[in-house]
């Protein structure tokens, strides 16, 4: 059945956007790289571009179930592209002091615009994590005023493996190309994608205000940002499943708030290097989208979730071991798979079973758990590189972020088994119809 012309503008929205993250994910960080090596430092970057999914997710909620959905997810893209092009045009202007490629490898890339750059850098991550905030939480709960309930899964699988593709496949080694031809290239490009993006979204057909809210007079924001936490910390289901995802994506972004300074001193990569180590994942990211339902209906939803976990767990633990880019690029498929897998299941459940009038705001909640944990884990990942490098060397304080992740998701699954298996899962759809 064909999923209508509404949602492929909405894919191609997405699609587009993500591959001007995916360049982003490299240029930004390796920016920061070229003006400081203190893990701290680099860490900060990703604990400022998380921090509005902590600080925002609630509220975003509540305007989400407020607003057309669509205008609300073109909007943030306008505001994404014109902070965006702003970073491209100071980036440009400052081409002339920053560090060669050589100066960066060797450690001495140190100007007097540094800090100013640095400050600059942490001033656009936050902006634009704000603005991530609103548009994805508008967007995915947009999604099922687009399909059917009965095609949810076929869509955020198409959606999940495209973005995958351009988030992780193209974007990042593009990027390296781009930081070959200059610093400020990769940041228009990204800038561009935004402005597609925004123009896709407004091109949207219909209005997409959340339904039911005629039934009863406007309660406040505070009673409106109130039901939605109340009804998905008193969930059985959805309760638990976003808290083991605040522990996986801490974890996650533990690992990966000094992942630059890993792939150039452990792996000596060079930014082209660093752009296809990303590949891995987004070859996982399509494996795992296009088998999710296959995979869910052959293990059930629970075991499902559960693979997510425990291979997520080696994945963490062998990257950090290895030395080995090769080592380190199938880590990362196999840990793409099957955080996709997880992906498509739990976002389906919640855009299936939570009714449409609070599903902004029980969105956000469960995004507010689920997301709000990233930022921590960057301060972590940071702190634990930071301390633990005078007491056993730089090298193996660089790998001491995944190995401490992979033991705290090994921990996770003993949580998650009685909580998020197939039975459970079945009790909650079961409940829905009622």
């Given amino acids: ?3 209508g012309a509404n949602y492929w503008k909405l894919w191609t929205a997405s699609v587009i956007s993500n591959l001007g993250d995916g360049v982003a994910a490299i240029a930004y960080p390796w920016l920061a790289s070229a003006v400081t090596r203190s893990p701290l430092h680099i860490a900060g970057v990703a604990l400022v571009a998380r921090l509005p999914w902590l600080l925002f997710s609630l509220p975003a909620g509540v305007v989400t179930d407020r607003v057309d959905r669509r205008k609300l997810a073109a909007w943030m893209d306008v505001g994404r ?4 092009i702003g970073v491209s045009i100071v980036v440009f202007l400052s081409a002339s002091d920053l560090p060669t490629p050589e100066e960066i490898e060797a450690g001495t890339a140190t100007t007097p615009e540094s800090a100013l750059l640095l400050a600059l850098i942490y001033a656009a991550a936050l902006l634009l994590g704000i603005a991530e905030v609103f548009r994805d939480n508008s967007a995915q709960t947009l999604l099922p005023a687009i399909v059917d309930k009965q095609h949810l899964e076929r869509a955020n699988g198409q959606m999940w493996g495209a973005e995958m593709v351009m988030n992780s496949f193209v974007g990042p080694p593009l990027a390296g190309v781009l930081i070959a031809i200059g610093f400020a290239v990769p940041f228009f490009v990204d800038a561009g994608t935004f402005a597609v993006a925004a123009a896709l979204l407004f091109m949207i ?3 997409f205000a959340p339904t039911g809210q005629d039934e009863k007079p406007r309660a406040s924001f505070k009673e409106d940002l109130k039901e939605g936490v109340r009804w998905l910390w008193q969930h059985p289901l959805f ?3 976003a808290i083991a995802l605040g522990i996986l994506n801490g974890t996650f972004m533990m690992a990966a708030a000094t992942l630059v300074l890993f792939a150039q001193e452990v792996l000596e990569l060079d930014a082209t290097g660093f752009g296809l180590l990303t590949t891995g994942v987004a070859v996982g990211g399509v494996v795992g989208a296009l088998t999710a339902d296959r995979v869910a209906k052959a293990l059930g939803q ?12 080696v994945s963490l633990v062998v990257s950090g071991l290895t030395s080995s880019f090769w080592v380190f690029w199938a880590m990362g498929l196999v840990s793409a798979a099957t955080g996709t897998l997880w992906n498509v299941i739990t976002v389906s459940l919640r855009q299936s079973l939570i009714p449409d ?4 705001r029980v969105n956000s909640v469960y995004r507010f758990l689920g997301w709000g944990m990233m930022p921590i884990g960057s301060a972590l990942g940071g702190l634990i590189a930071a301390i633990s490098e005078p007491i056993i060397g730089r090298e193996l304080a660089l790998r001491s972020p995944f190995l401490i992740a992979g033991a705290i998701t090994i921990g996770l699954f003993v949580y998650a088994l009685p909580r998020l298996n197939t039975s459970r899962i079945e009790e909650a759809k079961a409940l829905a119809e009622v």
């Fill in 239 to 241: 309760r638990p499943m």
């Fill in 357 to 360: 009038r609070i599903l902004g």
């Fill in 81 to 84: 592209f014109i902070v965006t």
């Fill in 302 to 313: 629970g075991a499902s979730l559960f693979t997510t976990i425990i291979l997520g767990a």
């Fill in 1 to 3: 059945m064909k999923l």
């Fill in 205 to 207: 057909t219909g209005s």
